[in-house]
């Protein structure tokens, strides 16, 4: 084969690996381990754009690398495939949401008719070395009976502070029988009676199940959520933007429901302190400590004095502090408008203008409110609170910048040191007692906590910062108004959505207490429901189910109408979000065959943790966060056996879309070509970049049939004809028709060069723009990689075995050399350009050496593995290009042994000559004078004397 026909050769491999299975890894090997994982990807049906790869493409490099470097390499891939985008496309066309992923992934035709490739044919043409026999997919029933699974481990288990671990609830049980809950150091809800051993015994079964229920690392609690009406359920944080829900922007409210949560914040400490262990990028680990907000403090506690309550419906205020030792300067308190007092401590003047403001909270979204901190609102709730040392009546107002969820929603509001308690006063008319006197209280000062100087009060006056919070906290605590504290910011997490399309709870109830469905009867698949809508009641889509209640008697779910609260009890109907599937797919990849465990131990002590782990710093406080938690949950309940689930990590940066523009004549269908643009007063549209070739031209005929207004339009042209768009790089999607699908380029110009161009385009870290520009230019180096295998008659294959020469041997070295360090770096993009110099070098030099062209091959072949087995298997080699040791460095052929010396005449450079680097200056004198070059330019005159500098210069002084 002559010519570079990378279509067949790309096939011809790809085939081979999967008929092979050259990738897959063994769970036993005498090999070191190396388990490299991509972020899977959620199968929607637009499919792959060439965005997406870019992850998987630098992946795929460093596993193919550690495979020749003799590790045996675990590389697999699944799909993320619950969620909402599946049931809200089901809503619109009335498929089953298992059918459409199905296509998404496998390819087919939708019901109206789209032909969709399928993310694993896309994926397959790439060329990817995934261990596809380790396929996952979360909406598999096999694979969600696991995450079913940890939820019942999370269920039976609580949180010990003094062990520093999660714990069976039975040990709880057991300590409740025999001492009570009084020396209890658990993660639980707040206020939880004490009683003792014989309460405990006095107990309903009933009464212990509730109690059990507020120390549960997964429980049922009102809960402060992100409602969207529109779409019936609840919504994460991050899938609210700007008040509104990230997919269909719709109106979002914040509203109280039953919900189960995870008592993620058990583990605050932890979470924080596992990252000094793993090897991920700092900007990520701040968002961890910032999300998570560690702070130390004191809870302080006032007293509602209201005179529209009597002593008996009296109620105090707890509220955590950084700044115990500001308390003399409080002079109101904020509640968030969500807190539970704002109901009961309203008068009745301001119960109107109360429940107004509180509505028109419900409406901002958390994130809203936080990053908000221009709009000063609030509403006054007609109570007072004590301060707890001058006795004075404080005013209670709410206010939308405290959060229900942070603390305990409520702050004792200092305006002499807090801009935004200081803004809110004088908005409100609010007086602001200066407890700084004589102290420069700018905000720079006030942040030097070490250098503030605390005044007026009788115990605190000229303290330190941290004298004066001890003494503070001290104080508090004598008075019983107080105590110190640490406090995290981190709030547990709401894991009920009210969607169809999700794992379902293992989870019936009895006379309204959650029961767990016993390890052995899972899964409890999803049923048949006719719509995937929430119920006309608004019960969530699973309301809808007709048989869907849990038989306790044969374990088995049967039809609704058998519901007797004896032994056939009603199903929960919410189901769980999309992070649960993520949380520990990693395991589950090390053994996803097996239907005992969620991975053997034989598995998980082999491959223990993730080596390397690839994906979008998006997920920072989301599923890495939770993921996190589970992990070191299990951990601490012997069911894994590392705490943490990434060991490195790296955030790939987005490619981005170069978006096309035509320049359309206000008020009429009438297009200019870009450079006139500015002569007309013209408004830009968005074209499909694949009507625009690389010369930035728009095909005029193909934009007019593009849509049918645009049929009849006139066009103002370049003078050539051409007409030109103007481009804006922005983020890749469908609806700036700016998507580049890989598919177009692997068929025109190989998977090969989509790889290698993708690692060129710059830093994987970074984002960066999408261009056809470039692209030639690395197809162009493959047709030079192959020809120069193919050098002999008619293009010919030939590599001879004669001995390589020094420039040879040198240029394969330092290719060695850089493309080895730009991997373990992750430096990609250099390695591209190494690459192109090497077979630049090798063409000039007219290499055929094997010695030389073989060890090459292994060192391109992470990059472009199709053109390297190809010109492996044609070089004799039986077995794939990827079982092959990577070449090792040799300094020596580095090491140059002869110098190219500048030859100058009265400093002016006139020629060159190579001189071993060994000879002394002697014997490099006289091989200088005795070139004829060097006569010429000396006319017979005789130098006042040769400058000789070894390894550098040669100067000679006429």
């Known amino acids: 084969m002559s010519n570079y026909h990378f279509n067949d050769i790309e096939a011809k491999w790809q085939k081979y690996w999967a008929e092979n299975q050259t990738f897959k890894a063994v769970n036993h090997s005498n090999k070191p381990k190396y388990y490299v994982l991509d972020m899977f990807p959620y199968p929607s049906g637009a499919g792959l754009h060439v965005g997406h790869p870019l992850g998987y493409i630098a992946s795929d490099v460093y596993a193919r690398f550690k495979r020749h470097q003799g590790f045996n390499v675990l590389h697999p891939m699944g799909y993320d495939s619950f969620g909402l985008p599946a049931e809200q496309y089901a809503i619109q066309t009335g498929q089953h949401p298992a059918n459409t992923t199905q296509v998404n992934i496998e390819g087919g035709v939708d019901k109206q008719g789209h032909k969709i490739a399928g993310y694993r044919k896309q994926m397959d043409q790439i060329g990817f070395s995934f261990d596809w026999s380790r396929e996952v997919r979360t909406s598999d029933p096999s694979y969600y009976k696991w995450t079913q699974w940890i939820f019942i481990q999370l269920f039976h288990a609580w949180y010990d502070f003094d062990a520093k671990k999660a714990r069976p609830i039975s040990d709880l049980i057991t300590v409740f029988s025999s001492e009570g809950n009084a020396e209890v150091n658990a993660a639980c809800d707040d206020g939880i009676a004490v009683f003792s051993a014989e309460n405990w015994q006095q ?87 910032n999300w998570i907000g560690r702070s130390e403090g004191a ?23 950084t700044r115990p030792d500001t308390i003399f300067g409080v002079s ?152 110190g504290k640490i406090n995290y910011r981190l709030r547990d997490a709401v894991f009920s959505r009210q969607r169809y399309w999700g794992e379902p709870f293992p989870v019936y109830y009895e006379n309204g207490l959650p029961q767990m ?65 993520s949380s520990c797919y990693m395991f589950r990849y090390m053994d996803p065959s097996n239907t005992e465990a969620l991975a053997s131990d034989e598995a998980m002590q082999y491959w223990e943790n993730v080596d390397l782990y690839l994906g979008g710093s998006e997920h920072a406080t989301g599923h890495l966060l939770y993921s996190r938690f589970w992990v070191k949950a299990l951990y601490d309940l012997g069911h894994l056996k590392v705490e943490e689930p990434f060991k490195k990590l790296i955030n790939q940066g987005m490619i981005l879309g170069e978006s096309a523009f035509v320049h359309r004549v206000a008020g009429e269908n009438k297009f200019v070509t870009s450079s006139l643009a500015s002569e007309y007063d ?27 207004e645009f049929k009849d339009a006139t066009f103002i042209t370049e ?22 699908s890989p598919d177009d380029i692997c068929k025109d110009y190989g998977a090969d060069t989509l790889r290698l161009y993708e690692m060129f385009l710059g830093p994987l870290e970074q ?129 140059e042994s002869a110098k190219n010396y500048p030859i100058s005449f009265n400093g002016k450079m006139r020629f060159t000559m190579e001189l071993p680097l060994e000879m002394s200056k002697d014997a490099i004198e006289a091989a200088v004078m005795a070139h004829e070059k060097t006569q010429f330019y000396l006319e017979g005159r005789t130098p006042k004397k040769v400058i000789i500098v070894p390894g550098k210069i040669v100067n000679i002084v006429g």
């Open 682 to 708: 013209t408004q830009p549209i968005h074209a499909d970049v694949a009507m625009i070739n690389i010369s930035n031209e728009l095909d005029i005929e193909a934009f007019k049939n593009w849509r049918e």
């Open 203 to 289: 107990y309903t079964a009933e009464q212990q199940q509730q109690i059990l229920l507020q120390y549960r690392l997964t429980y049922l609690a009102e809960t402060e959520v992100n409602w969207c009406p529109a779409l019936g359920t609840v919504l994460a944080n991050d899938e609210v933007v700007n008040g509104v829900s990230e997919r269909g922007g719709h109106p979002v409210i914040r509203k109280k429901m039953k919900q189960w949560s995870m008592r993620i914040t058990a583990y605050s400490q932890r979470l924080l302190d596992g990252l000094d262990t793993i090897d991920w990028p700092q900007p990520l680990k701040d968002s961890q400590t």
């Open 332 to 483: 109101f308190m904020t509640l968030a408008p969500e807190h539970e007092l704002v109901s009961k401590i309203t008068t009745d003047a301001q119960k109107a203008e109360v429940a107004a403001y509180v509505e028109a909270t419900a409406k901002r979204s958390e994130r809203e409110r936080m990053a908000d901190v221009k709009t000063i609102s609030g509403a006054f709730t007609g109570a007072y609170a004590e301060h707890p040392f001058t006795k004075e009546p404080i005013p209670i107002w709410i206010g939308d910048y405290v959060l229900a969820g942070y603390g305990t929603g409520a702050v004792m509001s200092v305006p002499c040191g807090d801009q935004r308690d200081y803004d809110f006063a004088k908005h409100f008319n609010i007086p602001i007692p200066n407890i700084f006197e004589g102290v420069d209280i700018s905000e720079e000062a006030f942040s030097d906590k070490e250098n503030t100087k605390i005044a007026n009060s009788d115990f605190l006056n000229g303290l330190n910062y941290k004298k004066a919070t001890k003494t503070a906290i001290y104080k508090l605590e004598e008075l019983g108004a107080g105590t």
């Open 767 to 895: 984002a960066k723009p999408w261009s056809m520009a470039g692209i030639t230019g690395v197809h162009s180096f493959l047709k030079k990689l192959w020809k120069l295998y193919h050098t002999g008659d008619n293009g010919s294959f030939l590599v001879s075995e004669t001995t390589a020469s020094k420039d040879s041997l040198k240029t394969l070295h330092k290719t060695i050399k850089k493309v080895a360090a730009d991997i373990e770096n992750f430096s990609f993009n250099t390695s591209v350009s190494t690459f192109m110099i090497a077979v630049n070098e090798l063409g000039a030099q007219k290499c055929t050496s094997k010695e030389v062209l073989e060890p090459l091959l292994i060192v391109i072949s992470p990059y472009a593995p199709h053109i390297a087995e190809e010109l492996w298997s044609l070089l004799g080699h039986n077995q794939s290009i990827s079982e092959a040791a990577f070449p090792k460095f040799e300094e020596k052929h580095l090491v």
């Open 299 to 321: 809870t302080v506690t006032f007293n509602v004095i209201s005179k529209e309550h009597s002593a008996e419906k009296s109620h105090t205020i707890p509220v955590f502090t």
């Open 517 to 581: 469905i016993a390890a052995a009867h899972l899964p409890l698949t999803l049923p048949e429901i006719d719509e995937y809508l929430p119920t006309e009641d608004g019960k969530p889509p699973l309301g809808r189910a007709e048989i869907w209640a849990w038989d306790t008697k044969h374990n088995h779910v049967v039809a609704n109408s058998q519901i007797d609260n004896k032994t056939v009890f009603p199903l929960e109907l919410n189901t769980m979000p999309g992070w649960a599937g």
């Open 719 to 740: 003078e050539d004809g051409t007409f030109k768009v103007s481009r804006e790089v922005e983020k890749m999607s469908k609806s700036k028709y700016n998507v580049v």
